[in-house]
C-alpha cells in the first residue's frame, strides 16, 4: 500500500467510524444529557477535515475547494466543544448565551482568511499541502490550535479541579464517581494533543493520519464512558448562609484550629448516628444536611472527617453504604434480593453507581466478592 492509499484508508475508515459511534451514542442516550455536545465533538471538529483529505488525495479538486474553507475553521471548534461539554457535565445550571459565541471566532478568522483566497489560490494552496509543506494559511490555523490547547486546557483542569473539590466536599450521592471518567477523558485529549504537536513538528504531514488514528481512539473512550455512564445531575445543598467553591478554602484556613483528639470526637459522633439513624441509606443525604441534622458546623464536620478518618465525606458515607451491601449480599440466598436490585436499599441512585463505588472500594465486583465469601 502506498503513502497516499493509506492516507485515503485511515481518513475514510476514520469518517465510519466516527459516524458510526455517533450515531450509537445519540441512540443509546436518546439524546439526554450531554450527549449532544458528546457527537459534536466526534463530528465537527473531525469529519470535514477527514472529508477534505480525501478529496484532496483522490483528486476531486471541485469538492477539495468546497471543503478547504470548512476543514480549516471547523478544526478550532474542538477545544470550545470540550470545554462546554465540562461544564454542561458539572454545571447542569449551564446555559448558552450570546456571549458564547466568541468561542466561534478563532473558527470566523480562518473562514475569511480563506474564503479572501480566490478559487485559483485556494487549489494552489491545496496542490502545494500534498507536498507536504504547510501554506501560510496553514501556519495561522495550526498556531491559533496551539494557542486554543494551552488556554483551553489551563481553564479546564482548574475548572474541574475547583469542581472536584467541591463535590467531594459537598456531594448528595456518588456523582464525583459518575463524573471522574471526564477528566481522565480531558487528560487523555492533552496527552494526545502533545503527541500530535511534536510529530506535527518532526514531520508536517503527520497532520493527514496520525490525529485520525489517536482521535478514534479518544472517541471510543468518550462514546463508551458517556453510555455506560447514566446522566446524574450534580445536586449540592447549601446551608441557609451560601458558601461558595471559590471562598470556601479561605474560609476554613480562617477556622481556630482543631487537635486530634477534637476531630475524634466529632466523628465519633457523627459515626454513631450515621449508623443509628442509618443515613447513609438516603440518596439525598449531603454534608450541609447532615451537619445540619447533628448540630455541627459544616466546616468543622468536613476538617473532622478528612483529618482523623482520611476520607472526605462521600467516601465516610460509601464505606458505610458498601458495608450495608456487604450484609444484603450474604443474604441473597435466603432472600428475594439479587445482586442487580440491592443497590436502592444502600442508598446509592443507580446500579452502576453501586457497582462502580463497590469496585473502588474492595476491589471486586460484588458477584466476585460474594463468590470468595
Known sequence: MGYENFILTVNSSSIIILMVMAAILLTATRFRGESGYAAAIIVVPNVPVYLYNMSRMLGWHDFSLFMFPISSSVNTLLMPLLWLFAKKNFEPSFKLKPIHLLHLLPGLICLALCLSLS?????????????????????????????QMVIYFAVIFRFL????????????DAEWVQKEWIPVFEYLFAALFVIVMVCYAIWPRTDAWLIQILNVIAMFYLVYNTIAHPVMPIVQVVEDEPETA????????????????????????????????????????SLALFAREINIPQRTLSRAINGSLGCNFFEFVNRMRIEEAKRLLCDLRTSDFNIDSIYSDCGFRSRSTFFMVFKKMTGMSPAAWLEGR
Open 246 to 285: 471559590d471562598t470556601s478554602e479561605v474560609e476554613t484556613s480562617a477556622a481556630p484550629a482543631m487537635d486530634e483528639q477534637q476531630m475524634k470526637e466529632v466523628c465519633e459522633k457523627a459515626s454513631q448516628y450515621m449508623a443509628e439513624s442509618k443515613a447513609y441509606l438516603r440518596p439525598d443525604i
Open 119 to 147: 478559487p485559483e489560490q485556494r487549489l494552489a494552496s491545496i496542490r502545494h499541502e500534498m507536498t507536504g509543506d504547510d501554506t501560510l494559511l496553514g501556519d495561522v490555523n495550526t498556531i491559533i490550535i496551539f494557542l
Open 161 to 172: 479541579h475547583k469542581k472536584k473539590k467541591a463535590i467531594r466536599d459537598t456531594a448528595s
